[in-house]
């Protein structure tokens, strides 16, 4: 799990946890947390999290 809390993150592009061309087959991470950050999770594309391998997370 990747914990990202309060670090003043305001925007996370599509390919910031997933960088193009990866094998999405192979999950890098299995969740990514971004509690008390200032960038809202509606504002956040889906396919961001392509290489979190728990989507509930």
Do not use: M
Request: charged residues 10%; positive net charge; glycine residues 6%.
């Amino acid at each position: 799990v990747v914990y990202l809390h309060n670090n003043n993150i305001s925007t996370v592009g599509s390919n910031d946890f997933c960088p193009p061309g990866y094998n999405t087959k192979k999950a890098s991470y299995s969740g990514v947390s971004l509690f008390s950050n200032p960038v809202q999770y509606w504002e956040i594309q889906p396919s961001t999290f392509r290489c979190v391998y728990v989507r509930s997370a």
